[in-house]
């Protein structure tokens, strides 16, 4: 198959003449993407790099770095690659470990291959520890809202994805920010695509990271919440409707009429001086037990969902019929 990196840049060129010397010759197409970078990453790429397999795309606008990768996909798309690796142009992932990313895409085994930092202990050694515990926080709510209960590590950008996938997902809705691996993760999930975690270790050095994390604690969680009821809609009432849609519609009523009606009896008999009546207790109690058992059970259910058959194998099967 045919390999692309796409590489998107902003304040990275000190960093790109090492990491492009690392690319092994198994990928035939480099796509930089100068994200209006001031220090014109682009043009520097054109006038000091001799690779053939490089293409260079200067943005005239800052888009974020999921908006130069998505710009860097469509140019990848249109010149007929059929696996595009994504890597950051600061450093931190190294090149090696291309070929251990694509390999369960080439296997057929996944459609989405993302790297791990989180898989061994030794592995977050590195790793600053206000980042270690932020993308803990992140992966438990990443889990819950796409639906891969088997991944850890949202935000690690060290992806790989093959094209009939990609082609499957609505890219110009994905977000252009630092979201942006996240949400692949909730479309993807959309999609039913087969997600694999491959384990690596991350490189920090002196690179000057550009995330925010004040602003990545404020507006993560919304567009996490956002996307929730989003994934339940489609996967749980559009496309089917199952013992998982039941217990998730069951469970949420009854303990939503046990916490009103509980708190309405708790009200009126404060204000009343009056205890509860033993029915009024039962009553309240008995819908958010069976409720949060039935929430539970749909819980389950989500986790044993997870896509396991690769889209690359269910259009082999329609080539087939």
Not at 206 to 227: H, M, T, W
């Amino acid at each position: 198959m045919k390999i692309a990196v796409v590489i998107p840049c902003f304040k990275v060129k000190k960093h790109l003449k090492d990491l492009l010397a690392k690319i092994p010759r198994e990928v035939t197409g480099i796509f930089i993407v100068d994200d209006a970078c001031p220090e014109s990453s682009g043009d520097w790429v054109l006038a000091n790099i001799k690779d053939k397999r490089i293409r260079v795309q200067i943005l005239p606008k800052n888009l974020g770095v999921g908006g130069a990768v998505k710009a860097g996909y469509k140019q990848a798309l249109t010149e007929g690659f059929e696996i595009m690796v994504k890597l950051d142009g600061d450093g931190q992932m190294n090149p090696k470990h291309i070929a251990k990313i694509v390999a369960p895409i080439l296997r057929g085994e996944a459609d989405y291959v993302k790297g791990n930092r989180f898989f061994h202990p030794d592995f977050l050694e590195q790793m600053p520890k206000l980042r270690m515990i932020g993308n803990g926080i992140l992966s438990f709510l990443n889990k819950l809202v796409s639906g891969y209960w088997d991944i850890m590590d949202p935000t690690n950008g060290y992806t790989a994805i093959h094209e009939q996938t990609l082609r499957l997902l609505p890219l110009d809705k994905i977000d252009n920010r630092y979201f942006f691996e996240s949400d692949m993760l909730f479309r993807l999930n959309i999609a039913r695509a087969v997600v694999q975690d491959v384990p690596m270790i991350a490189l920090y050095a002196d690179e000057e990271s550009q995330l925010n994390i004040g602003k990545v604690a404020c507006s993560f969680p919304i567009k996490y919440l956002n996307r929730l009821p989003k994934r339940i809609f489609y996967n749980y009432i559009l496309r089917d409707f199952n013992m998982g849609s039941i217990s998730l519609l069951f469970g949420f009523l009854l303990t939503t009429f046990g916490i009103v009606f509980g708190a309405r009896a708790w009200i009126l008999g404060e204000f009343k001086h009056e205890e509860a009546s033993s029915g009024t207790v039962m009553l309240a109690a008995l819908p958010i037990i069976l409720g949060f058992q039935l929430l539970l059970f749909a819980l389950q259910y989500d986790i044993l969902s997870i896509p396991r058959k690769s889209i690359r194998k269910l259009f082999e099967q329609d080539s087939i019929i």
